[in-house]
């Protein structure tokens, strides 16, 4: 959508507060390509005209270079479940790297305390293995669920994202004349590099239809190692699985004798302390943690049922990796695990998260602007469509992800921050509460005419 005018005000103004952003981001740009370390924090994917500099955090707000202090729903993209610099886990990192050092090649005696505390929260996993990214834990349960299973295709979904590795970087978002038919999509890669051949061993639905599920395991069923989804689909804007869909998804794996995999990156510790798996009360065979689980701190995890973790104990699977599970990540992990299993932090969680939701809605209904918000307490995205969202087809379709943009420009400036891009996500943290909620909404107050204005411009 093109906003000639408007873009230009916000860019002044933009520019007016963020002075020495901009000098950074130039700097930044000779040596980094794009500015930037990933691609979420580049312009292509929405940071225009240039992403804010962090100068820090504290509980719910981040501070950029310029002096603004934002109320902040970016949240590192999901990390920060206990708000930036939360200090029991940053002191207990600091203490235990001290005592231990911070890698060995070698066990040690904390690792499998951290490990006893992941299975007490996620009483749905037997056994669990450390790693550092979601990439690399998502890598590997695909590679051993296809070794445990010895089948090769890999089923998943459209609009989900799986992290960078070849064997799931696709179909993300792809373009519809490129995707094929929306009831039976054709494998796109998310980027150039991946080789094609791979193409052939997935097998692409969409999300939240099971008749599409049906017929690829009627039709090749016998072939497939592994059905691979986000419990919710947080990797196009926020979409929640149908009630009873999650349960088909384990039913259909099981009579088909392929293993379910849960990416749990983003719901895992966030939407209950034994993720979406228990929070929607389903078994998968195995699943990946990240984000929150480190509290801020890099750490990942592939969990699982003992009948196909036994591949990686006795050897005829390899899980490796020099800084799995280092003293960094494990003291992170303890400390944040202490703090989340705390009773109530996540009735309190959701409830604040709820609380948010609703007053956009009340909001965006009296101002006469259609949206649709949809998630869960913890994390969700306010859609600006007519309808609610259901798929990537939808999303591509019905989305209007210009005034989305219009909608981040002035909350921006409000103070109140979180990713551009329409298709991203807002997170709460565990230093959130009603007073923040209350501050978000006088800042949409204040934000809405003109929102509105700048739409009817459009
Ligand atoms: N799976 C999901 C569901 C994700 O959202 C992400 C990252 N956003 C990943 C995997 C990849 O994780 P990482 O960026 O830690 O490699």
Known sequence: MALPEQTATFDRTFAGRTPRSRDLFKQAEVVLPGGVNSTARTRHVGWEPYPLFAAGGEGPYLFDVDGNTYLDYLLGLGPLMLGHRPAAVIEAVIETVRK????HALPYELEQQVA?????????????????????????????????????KLLRFEGHYHGWQDTVYWSNKPRPELGGPPDAPRAVAAGPGVPRELADTLIICPWNDPDAVERAFA??????????????????????????????????TRRHGALLIFDEVITGFRLALGGAQGYYGVQPDLSTFAKALGGGFPVAALAGTWPVMELIADGRYSHSGTYNANVIAMAAVNATLDLLRVPGTYDRLHAVGERLMAGLRERFAA??????????????????????IGSWRDADAFARTGSFRVFWEEMVLRDVLFHPNQFENLFISTAHTEKHVEATLAALDGALPIVKRRLAMT
Not at 100 to 103: A, K, R
Not at 134 to 152: I, K, M
Not at 367 to 388: E, K, L, M, N, S
Request: aromatic share 8%; charged share 20%.
């Open 116 to 152: 006893r505390k992941f299975l007490d929260a996620v009483p749905t996993a037997e056994a669990v293995r450390f790693t550092n990214t979601g990439s690399e834990a998502v890598g590997s349960a695909v590679r051993l669920a296809r070794a445990a299973t010895g089948r090769r």
């Open 367 to 388: 101002a006469g602007i259609p949206v649709q918000v949809q998630g869960v307490g913890p994390v969700f995205q306010v859609w600006f469509a007519d309808r609610p």
């Open 219 to 252: 039709r090749e069923g016998d072939d497939i190692a592994a059905l691979l989804t986000e419990p919710v689909m947080c990797n196009t804007g926020c979409i929640l699985p149908a009630p009873g869909y999650l349960q088909f998804l384990r039913e259909i």
């Open 100 to 103: 231990l050092g911070t890698v």
